[in-house]
């Protein structure tokens, strides 16, 4: 448990002990797209203190939510274990509650293009891609990003991804957001498999 304790025997308040403190749900969701290396969360994080960061990381290894594992030389990165992996749901439904309900951007806010990932993840609606199987790759100066749905099921991921069916030339916001013509961002895949991507969203 963590130092800040409700002492209620509820769920919610058990779970908020865990995962309420300040920065924790926001390292969940920036772990949500893979590992992350200490600086990268601390760029990430824009505002949350070094010593605070590792006070965080520290709770939610001792908690079983986040673990290290080894990357490079001797280097490592923070991962989300089964547990915390668990906690995509909850992490979602706050993400489209927001959608829903919160401006979409606040004056003087700082974004990482990343973290539209998450957003994305939080507006899909499986039933509007039933049948449809795609890989779209975005790339960009700012970010490469993968997402996949199959089967109904959406997954997401940093990095380049193999035989991609799309491949965006800009960023989720530059899609969704900013496009006057989507098709035209597109480098490789077919209008008729990026109409189908983007219509899978509630966006």
Same mark, same amino acid.
């Given at each position: 448990?963590?130092?800040?304790?409700?002492?209620?025997?509820?769920?919610?308040?058990? *779970?908020?002990?865990?995962?309420? @403190?300040?920065?924790? =749900?926001? !390292?969940? #969701?920036?772990? +949500? /797209?893979?590992?992350?290396?200490?600086?990268?969360?601390?760029?990430?994080?824009?505002?949350?203190?070094?010593?605070?960061?590792?006070?965080?990381?520290?709770?939610?290894?001792?908690?079983?939510?986040?673990?290290?594992?080894?990357?490079?030389?001797?280097?490592?990165?923070?991962?989300?274990? *089964?547990?915390?992996?668990?906690? @995509?749901?909850?992490? =979602?439904? !706050?993400? #489209?509650?927001? +959608? /829903?309900?919160?401006?979409?951007?606040?004056?003087?806010?700082?974004?990482?293009?990343?973290?539209?990932?998450?957003?994305?993840?939080?507006?899909?609606?499986?039933?509007?891609?039933?049948?449809?199987?795609?890989?779209?790759?975005?790339?960009?100066?700012?970010?490469?990003?993968?997402?996949?749905?199959?089967?109904?099921?959406?997954?997401?991921?940093?990095?380049?991804?193999?035989?991609?069916?799309? /491949?965006?030339?800009?960023?989720?916001?530059?899609?969704?957001?900013?496009?006057?013509?989507?098709?035209?961002?597109?480098?490789?895949?077919?209008?008729?498999?990026?109409?189908?991507?983007?219509?899978?969203?509630?966006?």
């Amino acid at each position: 448990m963590t130092k800040r304790s409700y002492k209620q025997n509820c769920a919610l308040a058990l *779970a908020s002990d865990l995962v309420g @403190e300040r920065w924790s =749900l926001l !390292l969940i #969701r920036d772990l +949500l /797209t893979g590992p992350k290396r200490y600086n990268e969360l601390g760029q990430s994080l824009q505002g949350m203190g070094t010593n605070l960061l590792a006070a965080r990381l520290k709770q939610l290894e001792a908690a079983g939510i986040v673990e290290k594992t080894e990357v490079g030389a001797g280097g490592h990165a923070y991962a989300l274990t *089964a547990m915390g992996r668990a906690l @995509e749901p909850a992490v =979602l439904a !706050l993400a #489209r509650w927001g +959608l /829903t309900y919160l401006p979409d951007k606040v004056e003087g806010y700082y974004h990482q293009d990343d973290w539209d990932l998450v957003a994305l993840k939080a507006a899909f609606e499986p039933q509007r891609s039933a049948g449809l199987t795609v890989r779209t790759q975005f790339i960009s100066d700012d970010i490469s990003a993968w997402v996949e749905i199959r089967d109904q099921e959406m997954n997401i991921g940093l990095g380049v991804s193999e035989e991609p069916d799309i /491949t965006i030339d800009g960023t989720i916001e530059d899609l969704f957001v900013d496009a006057k013509d989507p098709v035209a961002l597109m480098t490789s895949g077919s209008q008729k498999k990026l109409d189908q991507f983007m219509s899978s969203f509630a966006l």
